[in-house]
């Protein structure tokens, strides 16, 4: 496990602000997992703990992914950056993070597509 992988791990879990005007809370069940803290609702509208989305993206970026997009069936919604820093009350580490992630998947994406169109190989 990266070191970076590490440091996401072990910091402690994050909960929103129940004064925070700029969300919406809801009721029931997080739509993504199990964490029981404080729901917001995404712009989707499913809801979503820091933590749960904060691990779904971790998830979709270790998949080679460079955009996020909601996890729930039959909802392709894609989620702005902005909105997943503010929702997942993301770290400037964890921002940092995501970013070079998705800048490296974007990059890899654009090269195969070359490669494909080019009839290369490029190696991961």
């Known amino acids: 496990m990266s070191s970076n992988k ?47 989305l904060t691990s779904w993206c971790h998830h979709l970026l270790d998949q080679g992914e460079s955009r996020f997009v909601c996890g729930q069936p039959d909802c392709n919604a894609e989620w702005s950056h902005e909105e997943v820093c503010k929702m997942a009350l993301l770290t400037p580490a964890e921002i940092k993070y995501f970013e070079k992630k998705m800048l490296s998947s974007t990059v890899m994406n654009y090269l195969e597509t070359i490669s494909k169109l080019l009839n290369l190989n490029v190696q991961k």
């Open 6 to 52: 590490m440091q996401t791990c072990k910091c402690k879990e994050k909960c929103y602000d129940p004064n925070d005007t700029t969300l919406t809370f809801v009721e029931g069940e997080d739509d993504m997992d199990y964490y029981k803290s404080l729901r917001a609702r995404m712009s989707c509208g499913h809801s979503v703990t820091p933590m749960s």
